[in-house]
C-alpha cells in the first residue's frame, strides 16, 4: 500500500461546485502540505500544517482552505470551484524529527481537478 | 529574477551519453538545495540532495555553486528509464527545510 494516498485521483466539476480532495498518509510523519501544479509552473504551496492545530497559508492559499482532521488526514476544500482552478494537486508529507534540517517531503500520487 | 530557473529543454540524449543540467537561484542566502525527479503525470520524487562539497548516487552527481548562486546535475550513462523531468528545488532562508521552492523542472527524453 502507498504511503501517502489521495482521493478522489480525478475529478470533474462545475464553477461554483464546492470540492473537497483529501489525504491521508502512514508514514507517521507529522507535517502535511498541499501543493497545486499547473502545466509549465512549478509546484506551488496552498497550505501546510506542522501539526493538528498548526495551519499555515502558503504562497497561493486565496480561494483554498484546509482542515488537519488528524495527524494522519489533510484535507483540501474549494469553497467554489472556478476554471483557473484547474490543475494537478499533490499532498505531501515530511517528519519533522530527522536531525540536520534536510527533512525529505514524500508526495502522494496527486489528483487532476478539472473545473469547468 | 525568477526565484528558481531552470531550461526546460527538452534534453534529448541517446542512450549511454552524459548528460549535465543547471539551475539558477536568486536568494544567496538560500540554506538548502534538492534534485527531484518526475515521471509525466506522477508525483514528484527526491532524487538526491545537494551539499556544499558536491556528492554523487551512482550515475549522478550533485554540485552546489554558492558564489556563482546555481546547481548542477550530472547524469552519467544515461538510461532510457531516467527519462522525466527533474526539479530542481531550493529552501529560503529561515524557512526551514519544509517551504520548498520549486523551478519548473528540466525535461530529459533518453533515445535508444
Known amino acids: 500500500d502507498a504511503d501517502v494516498t489521495q482521493t478522489p485521483r480525478n475529478r470533474i466539476t462545475k464553477t461554483g461546485k464546492r470540492i473537497m480532495l483529501e489525504c491521508s498518509q502512514t508514514?507517521?510523519?507529522?507535517?502535511m502540505y498541499w501543493y497545486r501544479q499547473d502545466p509549465g509552473l512549478g509546484l506551488q504551496l496552498i497550505y501546510y500544517?506542522?501539526?493538528?492545530?498548526?495551519?499555515n497559508k502558503g504562497e497561493i492559499s486565496d480561494g483554498y482552505s484546509v482542515s488537519r482532521q488528524a495527524q494522519a488526514k489533510f484535507s483540501l476544500s474549494l469553497e467554489s470551484a472556478i476554471p483557473n482552478q484547474t490543475a494537478l494537486y499533490f499532498c505531501?508529507?515530511?517528519?519533522?524529527?530527522?536531525?540536520?534540517?534536510?527533512?525529505?517531503?514524500?508526495f502522494g500520487p496527486g489528483t487532476r481537478l478539472t473545473v469547468l | 529574477r525568477k526565484e528558481v530557473e531552470q531550461d526546460p529543454g527538452p534534453f534529448n540524449v541517446p542512450e549511454g551519453a552524459t548528460v549535465a543540467f543547471n539551475c539558477t537561484y536568486s536568494?544567496?542566502?538560500?540554506?538548502?538545495f534538492f534534485w527531484y525527479r518526475q515521471d509525466c503525470r506522477k508525483e514528484p520524487k527526491l532524487l538526491m540532495s545537494?551539499?556544499?562539497s558536491g556528492n554523487e548516487d551512482g550515475r549522478f552527481t550533485a554540485q552546489l555553486n554558492r558564489a556563482s548562486q546555481y546547481i548542477s546535475l550530472l547524469i552519467r550513462d544515461s538510461k532510457l528509464s531516467d527519462s522525466a523531468t527533474y526539479l530542481c528545488?531550493?529552501?529560503?532562508?529561515?524557512?526551514?527545510?519544509?517551504?520548498?521552492?520549486f523551478g519548473k523542472g528540466t525535461k530529459l527524453s533518453v533515445i535508444p
Open positions: 505531501a508529507t515530511s517528519d519533522s524529527g530527522l536531525a540536520g534540517g534536510q527533512d525529505t517531503q514524500y
Open positions: 508514514k507517521g510523519h507529522d507535517r
Open positions: 500544517s506542522f501539526d493538528v492545530k498548526d495551519i
Open positions: 536568494n544567496s542566502a538560500s540554506q538548502s
Open positions: 545537494v551539499y556544499s
Open positions: 528545488v531550493v529552501t529560503p532562508p529561515g524557512a526551514g527545510s519544509y517551504q520548498l521552492t
